[in-house]
Antibody
Framework: QLQLQESGPGLVKPSETLSLTCTVS??????????WGWVRQPPGKGLEWIGS???????YYNASLKSRVTISIDTSKNQFSLKLSSVTAADTAVYYC???????????????????WGQGTRVTVSS | DIVMTQSPDSLAVSLGERATINCKSS????????????LAWYQQKPGQPPKLLIY???TRESGVPDRFSGSGSGTYFTLTISSVQAEDVAVYYC?????????FGQGTRLEIK
């Protein structure tokens, strides 16, 4: 059974870099059928897609965060990671890693629905 | 960006009654060449991650009770719970995956009346 688990600091100071890792178990992260992604949820609010990565290292970011986001993948460890720089209080959220399906039935391959999700890790930005 | 707007923001339904949640996309999410609607639905209970219910607008995920169903056109979609159970209390989200950035609706909170 595929499982995803986020890990990383729960408290980050303003202007610093938030770093999280998602460890995948139960399947290879090198599958050609899926991407690997990050979604966040501020307290009491909705869901925001941060970005996704393919096992080849190709990345797709939300333009609203693109200048501050880096997603990387380590296939040898079956992990992928998120770095978000210059954080502010607005970046306080529960951060989820999840697996978007990869659909190539249209002219280009697209990321699809997210399943499964990690349990999420709460990150607070505060001095 | 494709904006997803859900309605209502919250609803209260009696046990055993039908619940209907709507989701409107600012752009068409039906890809004409494969006739697929790039729309998913999730259920999120307090303290838990979202759980996939429906993809391709109407395909139920394995293990999801058949009281959950999805329907819709290229811009207007509906999640229906045919007979609401106590365990269905949650926030429901729609999501489009037609274009990046992938975007979600703001959520609809379902409560028991």
């Amino acid at each position: 059974q595929l499982q995803l688990q986020e890990s990383g600091p729960g408290l980050v100071k303003p202007s610093e870099t938030l770093s999280l890792t998602c460890t995948v178990s139960g399947d290879s992260i090198s599958s050609s059928n899926y991407y690997w992604g990050w979604v966040r949820q501020p307290p009491g609010k909705g869901l925001e897609w941060i970005g996704s990565i393919y096992y080849t290292g190709s990345t797709y970011y939300n333009a609203s965060l693109k200048s501050r986001v880096t997603i990387s993948i380590d296939t040898s460890k079956n992990q992928f990671s998120l770095k978000l720089s210059s954080v502010t209080a607005a970046d306080t959220a529960v951060y989820y890693c999840a697996r978007p399906t990869r659909d190539c039935s249209s002219a280009i391959c697209k990321g699809g629905w997210f399943d499964p999700w990690g349990q999420g890790t709460r990150v607070t930005v505060s001095s | 960006d494709i904006v997803m707007t859900q309605s209502p923001d919250s609803l209260a339904v009696s046990l055993g009654e039908r619940a209907t949640i709507n989701c409107k996309s600012s752009q068409n999410v039906l890809y004409s060449s494969n006739n697929k609607k790039y729309l998913a639905w999730y259920q999120q209970k307090p303290g838990q991650p979202p759980k996939l219910l429906i993809y391709w607008a109407s395909t139920r995920e394995s293990g999801v009770p058949d009281r959950f169903s999805g329907s819709g056109s290229g811009t207007y979609f509906t999640l229906t719970i045919s007979s609401v159970q106590a365990e269905d209390v949650a926030v429901y989200y729609c999501q489009q995956y037609y274009n990046t950035p992938i975007t979600f609706g703001q959520g609809t909170r379902l409560e028991i009346k």
